[in-house]
């Protein structure tokens, strides 16, 4: 951040819109890894990402995308294809000796029974321990997609 008089320039990611510093703080000085969750129109990515000196290291990841190699179909977008890539990434995070981490939903607007808590779900029935209610998750019906199919 540059001061000068009368003028204050502000970091370039916080001007852009793309990193809350404040948030991002809170979430380091747990120390543990982050359950990093995004989602776009078409997909849904989910990442755990521990914190270095030189920039955040992505351990392990998973995309919705990859879906259609374990047989996926249907549209990677929805509740049920954010849970998949949520347990995907779980497993990959299990491999890698990871036991636990903690929801960095970014600049997303927390919104209960969304698909960032589906993604959470999976990687919690995957094994992963993440501090979280039971209020936010969506109804198993909705996760296993028989809205859907009705």
Known sequence: MVKRKGYVLRYKRREKGITNYKKRLSLLKSRKPRLVVRKSNKHITVQVVEYHEDGDIVITSANSKELGGYGWKFATSNIPSAYLTGYICGKKAKLKNIKSAIVDTGLHTVVKSSRIFAAVKG????????????????????????HIQS
């Open 123 to 146: 990687t919690i029935d995957a094994g992963l321990k993440i501090p979280t209610g039971d209020d936010i998750f969506e109804h198993e019906d909705r996760i296993r997609g028989k």
